[in-house]
Nanobody
Framework: VQLQASGGGEVQAGGSLRLSCAAS????????RAWFRQAPGQEREFVAA????????YYADSVKGRFAISVDNAKNTVYLEMNSLKAEDTAVYYC???????????????????WGQGTQVTVSS
C-alpha cells in the first residue's frame, strides 16, 4: 500500500485547507484511515480517524468542531477538511492506514502499518 498526501500549504489564521491522501496498491475501504500531525520537537499526535468498522469518525479534542475527516472509497482517498485554522495547527500532517486496529488503538500512531510522506501545513497569525 502506498499513500500520497497532498494539499498542505501556508494559510492565515482563520483560514481553511483541505488535505488529500490517495492510496494505491490496495483498496482501503475496509481499513481504518487517519490523520496525524507532528510539530518540530514534538511527538506525532492523533488528529482524526475514520474507523474501518461502521465508518464512525473520531477527533482529537483540539480539532473537534473545526476539522472533518471523510473518505471517498471510489477514489481510494481520504480527506481532512480543516477550518478555522490556528497557529498551533502548524505541523507536518501525515495520513495513515491499517486494517486490523481495534477502536481503542486508533489514536496510537505506532499501531498503523501504512503511512504517507507528510504534507506541511503552516498557519500564520
Amino acid at each position: 500500500v502506498q499513500l500520497q498526501a497532498s494539499g498542505g500549504g501556508e494559510v492565515q489564521a482563520g483560514g481553511s485547507l483541505r488535505l488529500s491522501c490517495a492510496a494505491s496498491g490496495r483498496t482501503l475501504s475496509r481499513y481504518t484511515r487517519a490523520w496525524f500531525r507532528q510539530a518540530p520537537g514534538q511527538e506525532r499526535e492523533f488528529v482524526a480517524a475514520y474507523f474501518r468498522s461502521g465508518g464512525n469518525t473520531y477527533y482529537a479534542d483540539s480539532v473537534k468542531g473545526r476539522f472533518a475527516i471523510s473518505v471517498d472509497n471510489a477514489k481510494n482517498t481520504v480527506y481532512l477538511e480543516m477550518n478555522s485554522l490556528k497557529a498551533e495547527d502548524t505541523a507536518v500532517y501525515y495520513c495513515a492506514a491499517d486494517n486490523s486496529l481495534i477502536l481503542s488503538s486508533i489514536g496510537n500512531y505506532q499501531q498503523y502499518d501504512y503511512w504517507g510522506q507528510g504534507t506541511q501545513v503552516t498557519v500564520s497569525s
